[in-house]
């Protein structure tokens, strides 16, 4: 779906209500903007964490020293604790 919207001279944006009620953001809320070759992208924070969570299994799959707990445990055994 595209959707025209118009931004003001201080930079506010309105999105459509049935766009804001979708997201679960009828009550107002945040979303994050991302700059990409392509254009802008707006997400909700909900999904800003599970395309994190997508790209990480995306680059840590099958590599089980890669989870935080290796992580902690490795920077534990190198710092002595």
């Not at 201080?10 to 254009?39: C, H, Q, Y």
């Not at 989870?67 to 534990?76: G, I, K, P, Q, Y």
């Amino acid at each position: 779906m595209t959707i025209q919207v118009n931004i003001t001279a201080n930079g506010r944006m309105s999105l459509p209500a049935d766009i804001r009620k979708r997201l679960g953001l009828s009550a107002g809320g945040a979303l994050l903007v991302e700059e990409t070759p392509d254009g802008l992208v707006l997400r909700t924070l909900a999904q800003s964490i599970a395309h994190a969570q997508a790209l990480a299994r995306k680059y840590t799959a099958d590599k089980p020293e890669a989870s935080v707990d290796a992580f902690l445990a490795n920077r534990r055994a190198e710092s002595g604790e």
